[in-house]
């Protein structure tokens, strides 16, 4: 990534886009400041959605993706082809039809690309829990732990945050990490990094894993750099550098 194109990342944050330009608001989730309005700004915007429904015989199985599986932060496509054809009655390309509504309707995030497909983020609050978790206000701790254990220098470290990037093997441990805490703990209470390890990921691990980074690529939210520093693999995440 060069210079300009960072600087063009710059600019689309500082200018945000032309919708619902009366329900803009400015929030610090740090402070909480502004959020109050926030809230008030979003429940307006959505009430100008048109109303969505889903076909009334995928709701069986969407009532099951949903109401079944609170507990997991998401869901593999296999499984739910295999109870929608056991006990909801459609079949793997209504399955998939569904899937597709859901994430228009953004009940969902779900791609449908081969790749990708196997994994589907039903909690969009968990994703969202699994986000902030990782991109937050607080990262010398996370990042201190991590310099450590790969032996690297903090400072420098630190100082690369500061400019808007992360190794990529961080985010990859984090994501383990939350996501392990959100099964033994679920997501209402504090994460604790001091325990951080350098773990892998299991099969299931690594869909997901993959399936998150590839949606925050595709929504600029993460970057890959070219540029590797003592041969790690780097993001630049923009948002970073206005926090």
């Known amino acids: 990534i060069t ?49 969505n429904d889903i076909q ?4 069986k199985t969407a009532d099951w993706l949903f109401s079944e ?4 932060p998401y869901v593999t496509l296999t499984e739910l082809i295999a ?27 779900w791609n ?3 790749d990708e497909r196997e994994i589907i983020f039903h909690r969009i609050d968990q994703l969202s829990h699994i ?31 500061k400019q808007g990037q992360l190794p990529a093997k961080l985010i990859e441990s984090m994501f383990i990490h939350i996501h392990e805490h959100v099964a033994a703990h679920g997501d209402q209470t504090q994460i604790s990094y001091n325990d ?9 691990q690594k869909l997901a894993l993959t399936a998150f980074v590839y949606r925050l690529k595709q929504m600029q939210i993460l970057i890959p750099l070219e540029k590797r520093v003592n041969g790690h693999e780097m993001y630049f995440i923009p948002h970073l550098i206005f926090l």
């Open 83 to 109: 109870w929608a054809k056991s006990e909801g009655n459609i079949d793997e390309e209504d399955v998939i039809e569904m899937l597709t509504a859901l994430d228009t309707m953004g009940r969902i995030v």
């Open 131 to 161: 986000m902030k978790s990782i991109f937050h206000h607080d990262p010398e701790p996370i990042l201190r732990r991590y310099a450590s254990l790969k032996e690297l220098d903090a400072s420098a470290l630190i100082a690369l945050y």
């Open 112 to 114: 449908k690309a081969e």
């Open 3 to 51: 210079q300009r194109q960072i600087d063009n990342q710059v600019y689309k944050a500082k200018n945000l886009p032309n919708i619902n330009t009366d329900c803009i608001s400015f929030v610090s989730s740090m402070t909480r400041e502004g959020f109050g309005r926030f809230e008030n700004n979003l429940s307006t915007a959505l009430s100008r959605l048109p109303p």
């Open 196 to 204: 951080l390890q350098l773990g892998t990921c299991n099969e299931k």
């Open 56 to 59: 009334e015989e995928w709701q």
């Open 69 to 72: 599986n609170e507990d997991k």
